[in-house]
């Protein structure tokens, strides 16, 4: 299954947070510090995901209530974050 990180592109981070927090379980999702964004385990794809987070999706003329985000697939990965990170990343890439 794959993992994407999503990212707000608005000041404000709490409409993604809590728009993942209500529709990924919490298993399958890992929250990255400073509220930079969220690494998510989900089936779909992007797009797929993006319309269930309520980033895309709705009816021609309404607005997102979640606001401007970017989702992007994990293919690798590299850099220096905390070791629950690294551990959730790795095992979730695997399954």
């Known amino acids: ?21 209500r529709t990924i379980a919490s298993d399958s999702r890992y929250e990255l510090q400073a509220d930079s964004g969220w690494l998510i385990h989900f089936s ?7 319309n ?8 021609k003329g309404q607005i997102s ?11 690798s990965y590299y850099g220096r974050g905390p070791t629950d990170m690294w551990e959730w990343l790795r095992i979730r ?3």
């Open 1 to 21: 299954m794959p993992v994407y990180l999503a990212i707000p592109l608005i000041a404000d981070s709490a409409p993604l947070k809590e728009a993942t927090e």
């Open 44 to 50: 779909g794809t992007t797009v797929e995901l993006t």
């Open 52 to 59: 269930h987070l309520g980033i895309t999706g709705q009816e």
């Open 65 to 75: 209530h979640v606001g401007s985000a970017m989702v992007i697939p994990i293919t």
């Open 93 to 95: 890439m695997e399954s």
